[in-house]
């Protein structure tokens, strides 16, 4: 009886550790599996973003250019101030609606890296050349 009892411990605590195990691989590797977009497939409204970022403006939203907090995490985890948000004007809808760009680096007109949704930021793709 205590041998079949000290089995189920060790295999209990095996399964245990082999999860945690897995979540820590994850949890560290998980941006290298990002989905991406080609700069070029992006709607021509993300395309002038890009443009008016590289230019540095004037953005049509009083919002754009101001601090995006991650606070989702969706994105690779960075200082508070390294991501900025812009609005993609989505035809036909009288608000800003759920399309943005965030882009992060400390040069505002050189991101070094920038991140479309088209969910309000329930997913995030990174924008390739």
């Known amino acids: 009886m205590q041998s079949r009892m000290w089995r189920w411990k060790c295999s209990r605590m ?22 991406v977009v080609q700069r070029s497939a992006l709607g021509p409204q993300a395309q002038q973003v ?14 754009d250019g101001t ?4 606070r989702e995490r969706m994105l ?7 991501y900025r ?6 035809p ?18 050189q991101p070094d890296a920038c991140y479309y949704t088209d969910d309000h930021y329930a997913s995030f793709r990174l924008i390739v050349d």
């Open 76 to 82: 690779p985890s960075s200082k508070r101030g390294y």
């Open 14 to 35: 095996l399964i245990l550790w082999v999860c945690a195990s897995l979540w820590s691989v994850l949890a560290t590797t998980a941006f290298a599996f990002q989905a």
């Open 67 to 70: 601090v995006f907090g991650n």
């Open 92 to 109: 036909g809808v009288g608000h800003r609606g759920a399309r943005r760009i965030v882009c992060g680096g400390m040069r505002l007109q």
């Open 50 to 63: 890009l443009v008016l970022i590289a230019q540095g403006g004037p953005f049509p939203f009083e919002k």
């Open 85 to 90: 948000e812009y609005t993609v004007v989505t």
